[in-house]
């Protein structure tokens, strides 16, 4: 079967004029001319706007993750993975703040704070999303793809009415405790504390995922589940269990991001993940849903482009652009490239 | 009969089993005694791979009773069924495309632990099927059927089952490969595994089986052993292409 998937799209792609190509090609090398020029003209800002786009690009990735990892399984747009992201960033800042009286000028208190937080917004996040499928989506199971799908999208509005109920239309704000201060400079740029900070949480995750997705029995029950349900039954497999399994997985990568991403912006909004879910979904498809590394990939490169967009000085549409910006490149890639940048459709990781 | 005396390591009662509201199978009784391979032979859409899909759970029966060693089975779960003994090769293979070989034969032992055991068998396999040593790194998706079929089988047998379900193990693949997985069914029962095995070659089935079953449009219309199935007058014109 993975030779009837990849051959047509390898026979399109032998076959598709090359004029698209050779545009495409040219777009490319616009884009790093123009990426060229402004590292030409202000290296500072380039380096540190370079460094804001992997930092937003980590929390892209943990959420890009989750929409792999439920597509690679169960071949569903979980329309309301933004959402959990987002009550993630609400669970954090009620559990740090509430729980653990979170605040500024702690020392080195936090870092106990913001870990037992993780921990705690994570497993949050990770049942509320073994409990949507739980409840939304495994009734569906089997019936015409388009009804989970809308299930997700209905799924999402209830979540942002939950966030909207619980903690207002405004923006709520969690401490600024991640400090700002520098850790080292390159090229007169300083690299923050708080920048380091989220890459060093990332990384962990990020490894911890790969080795249960491709080294433990339960991640070979993941796999299995995804390549073939019924086969996996057979094999003695609790298809049930292992998809459940994978939506609290998903899940708490959500509570993750949720986690960095209050910290490091410090706002969290009712609606806020539904437009970082269309980003993180975008990068997912950009590296190849299905596939763990390209999802990641992406969400680096997405992080990237949104920094330059919005930091660059030469001749950057800026922020207002963003989001046609990332859709753009969703559209593209939907239409000459659908198996996304790193091929193969397998959440194994290729 | 040969098989006098003797309790069945699987029995099917009256099973009935739907698709929706189709009526797949409308009352199948068969038995399986040990070391036996029977077969159940019919036209395409009979109800063999929904009888084979209600023995492991996929497909559960809405009435009937099914008892595999004694024990009824009718609702066990499907990935439950595997620990009990029965391990099938099923219609279409489903081999994990994206896994290798021996990551698929892996998978055919996924719920047992003892790994001397699951050497040993994965060793047994590999003499069964040299070949599948061959191609032990290669991604299951991209081998031709019959070592698709291989593999299918030694999946089955990695689970080290005391039933094994073969679906048309010969569809689709060249005669030279049709008569040794033939070879490697009587040699997998002599090694003592029971065998279920539906089939549309009546002719090779009849063979390899010690009885066999006809299933027409969800019924059974015939059971008997398997040399005089292959005289019988009515399988001889359906099956065996006698004018
Ligand atoms: N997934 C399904 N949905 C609906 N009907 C099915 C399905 N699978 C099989 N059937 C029907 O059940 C009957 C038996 O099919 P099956 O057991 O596959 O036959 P066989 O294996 O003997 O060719 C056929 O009438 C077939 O159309
Ligand atoms: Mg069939």
């Known amino acids: 079967m993975a030779a009837d998937a990849s051959a047509p799209t390898l026979a399109t792609r032998l076959r598709r004029p090359s004029a698209v190509g050779a545009l495409g090609g040219l777009f490319v090398l616009a884009l790093l001319a123009w990426l060229a020029v402004n590292a030409e003209r202000t290296p500072a800002d380039f380096l540190e706007v370079f460094l804001i786009g992997i930092t937003t690009g980590c929390v892209y990735a943990l959420v890009a993750l989750g929409y792999t990892l439920v597509y690679g399984i169960l071949e569903l747009i979980n329309f309301a993975h933004g959402d959990v992201f987002m009550l993630g960033g609400m669970f954090s800042i009620t559990y740090a703040t509430h729980f653990f009286g979170l605040h500024t000028g702690q020392g080195v208190l936090i870092i106990p704070i913001v870990f037992a937080t993780l921990l705690l917004a994570m497993i949050s996040c990770g049942l509320i999303n073994a409990a949507i499928e739980f409840v939304a989506y495994r009734p569906l199971r089997g019936k015409p793809r388009l009804a989970p799908l809308i299930t997700a999208i209905g799924m999402s509005f209830v979540i942002q009415d939950v966030g909207l109920i619980w903690k207002g239309p405004n923006y709520i704000t969690a401490p600024d405790v991640f400090p700002r201060s520098k850790v080292f400079s390159i090229g007169g740029v300083d690299y923050t504390w708080n920048k380091l900070i989220v890459v060093v949480i990332t990384i962990p995750v990020l490894l911890g995922l790969l080795y249960l997705v491709q080294r433990t029995r339960q991640g070979k029950a993941m796999r299995a589940t995804a390549q073939d349900m019924d086969a996996s039954a057979m094999m003695g497999i609790n298809v049930n269990r292992t998809i459940s399994f994978t939506f609290l997985i998903a899940g708490g990568l959500a509570g993750a991001a949720g986690l960095l991403y209050s910290l490091y912006v410090t706002t969290v909004r009712y609606d806020q993940g539904f437009q970082l879910g269309l980003i993180a979904f975008t990068a997912a498809v950009l590296g190849g849903v299905g596939n763990l590394p390209g999802a990641v990939l992406g969400a680096i490169l997405i992080g990237l482009i949104q920094a330059f967009n919005e930091g660059l000085n030469w001749h950057a549409p800026g922020s207002d652009w963003t989001q046609s910006i990332v859709f753009s490149i969703l559209i593209l890639i939907l239409v000459f490239r659908p198996e996304g940048l790193l091929g193969e459709r397998t959440p194994e990781g290729g | ?243």
Do not use: W
């Not at chain 2, 069924?81 to 293979?93: D, F």
């Not at chain 2, 299918?152 to 490969?177: H, Q, T, W």
């Not at chain 2, 089935?205 to 027409?216: K, Q």
């Open chain 2, 1 to 243: 009969m040969s098989t006098n005396g003797r309790t069945p390591i699987l029995q099917l009662t009256d099973v009935h089993t739907y698709y929706g509201a189709i009526h797949a199978l409308k009352g199948i009784s068969l038995e399986v005694y040990e070391g036996e391979i029977v077969t159940l032979l019919g036209a395409n859409g009979a109800g063999k791979s929904t009888t084979l899909r209600s023995i492991n759970g996929l497909n559960r029966p809405r009435q009937g009773s099914i008892r595999f060693e004694g024990r009824d089975i009718t609702t066990v779960a499907a990935h439950q069924i595997v620990k009990r003994g029965i391990a099938q090769s099923p219609e279409g293979r489903r081999l994990f495309p994206r896994m290798t070989v021996v990551e698929n034969l892996e998978m055919g032992a996924f719920q047992r632990n003892d790994r001397p055991g699951i050497r040993e068998d994965m060793d047994r396999v590999f003499e069964l099927f040299p070949r599948l040593q061959e191609r032990r790194d290669q991604k299951a998706g991209t081998m031709s059927g019959g070592e698709q079929q291989m593999c299918a089988i030694g999946r089955a047998l990695m689970a080290r089952p005391k039933l094994l379900l073969l679906d048309e193990p010969s569809l689709g693949l060249a005669p030279i490969f049709v008569e040794r997985i033939f070879e490697i069914i009587h040699q997998i029962n002599e090694q003592g595994t029971s065998i279920l095995l539906v089939e549309q070659n009546a002719l090779m089935a009849l063979d390899a089986a010690h009885r066999g079953y006809v299933l027409e449009t969800g019924h059974i219309v015939l059971a008997d052993d398997a040399k005089a199935l292959k005289t019988n007058e009515q399988v001889r014109k359906t099956y065996l292409g006698e004018t």
